[in-house]
């Protein structure tokens, strides 16, 4: 079966605050224009959304979205982990390196990782702890990931943002993650959806990037094909 990974693009949802939204507008109609079809323009903000953030995004000498080699979205079941903390499924949690250690010999040898918490249940039921009051990546586990995890070249999340605006420790984590600090980069899939993955087997996850000439980074439409 297959699911996905990325929730829908909607200018009702979650942005992070302050951060435009998609807008979608009625270019032409059926009869109504002369045109024999219906067409509307998308306005696109590149970090609403179930997105990958790029190396461009924090880091100045990073290479921009549409330059990732393409086995940056594509992964077979062999190379995923899904680490489940479900502790830190709760308002202003930090993930820190304590937390991803139990996991560290199953990370060896793996090229994504996505990390579940649950938090995803807010998103709808409580928007504003969600956008506001988010999980956060703490900048030492992302150093320890960056350091560590030679083969790891991306990380997705069940929250909206790798660093949530209740603390200040995004902008390190984003460049420790992004190159900045080492030749490994680790790029970040944020506002992801990974309850249905429910200890299912994966087969494979694609990643689907969305191609624009020099962004930093851009929206991914992720699935995965789990076994029945």
Not at 66 to 86: K, Q
Not at 128 to 143: A, I, K, N
Not at 196 to 205: D, V, Y
Request: glycine share 8%.
């Amino acid at each position: 079966m297959f699911v996905y990974l990325s929730h829908l693009l909607d200018p009702k949802d979650n942005a992070y605050p302050g951060e435009p939204v998609i807008s979608v507008e009625q270019d032409s109609v059926i009869s109504e224009t002369g045109k024999p079809f219906n067409s509307k323009i998308i306005h696109l903000p590149n970090h609403f959304g179930t997105h990958m953030d790029g190396p461009h995004h924090f880091n100045p000498n990073g290479a921009d979205f549409e330059t990732l080699p393409i086995e940056t979205f594509a992964y077979t079941g062999e190379e995923v982990l899904v680490a489940d903390i479900p502790q830190r499924g709760v308002p202003k949690s930090i993930v820190t390196r304590a937390d991803l250690e139990p996991f560290a010999d199953r990370l060896q040898g793996k090229r994504l990782l996505l990390i579940r918490t649950g938090f995803e249940k807010y998103k709808f039921t409580d928007p504003h702890t969600y956008e506001y009051e988010g999980v956060s990546l703490h900048p030492d586990l992302c150093r320890w990931l960056a350091e560590e995890c030679p083969d790891l070249c991306c990380i997705g999340m069940d929250w909206l943002s790798i660093g949530p605006p209740s603390n200040d420790l995004g902008a390190e984590a984003h460049r420790w993650l992004l190159g900045n600090y080492t030749d490994h980069v680790i790029t970040g899939i944020e506002d992801m959806t990974l309850a249905s993955l429910a200890h299912r087997t994966i087969r494979s996850i694609t990643l689907g990037p969305l191609r624009v000439k020099g962004v930093d980074s851009a929206q991914v439409n992720a699935m995965a094909w789990l076994e029945d």
